[in-house]
């Protein structure tokens, strides 16, 4: 019902500055919220950074500072600037949306990834 589309990844040496993108599509009433995701190998996914319908912004303590997560709503897009890039911030990157679909059910749908490596 629900498709996201991720974009944007890559390989950039440290310090480096990398931008995603993640376009929503389908039978879609309304988005609240849209987020991104990472996961290391041997870790668990985390949250890096989301954005809600009204423009609120939550960030890992680890990317303050440094990421930058905005949004389209004419789009049902998602972007994630990233800059300053690390090596620990090698992952796979991840799109999640909390949508309201055009049936008024509400759920969550998530990207297929895209892998950002930093490395010299």
């Known amino acids: 019902q629900v498709q996201l589309v991720e974009s944007g990844g890559g390989l950039v040496q440290p310090g480096g500055s990398l931008r995603l993108s993640c376009a929503a599509s389908?039978?879609?009433?309304?988005?609240?919220?849209m987020g991104w995701y990472r996961q290391a190998p041997g870790k668990q996914r985390e949250l890096v950074a989301s954005?809600?319908?009204?423009?609120?912004?939550n960030y890992a303590d680890s990317v303050k500072g440094r990421f930058t997560i905005s949004r389209d709503s004419a789009k049902n897009t998602v972007y994630l600037q990233m800059n300053s890039l690390k090596p620990d911030d090698t992952a796979v990157y991840y799109c999640?949306?909390?949508?309201?679909?055009?049936?008024?059910?509400?759920?969550?749908?998530w990207g297929q990834g895209t892998q950002v490596t930093v490395s010299s």
């Open positions: 999640k949306a909390r949508v309201v679909t055009s049936s008024f059910v509400l759920f969550d749908s």
């Open positions: 389908g039978s879609i009433f309304k988005i609240n919220a």
């Open positions: 954005v809600t319908f009204s423009g609120s912004t």
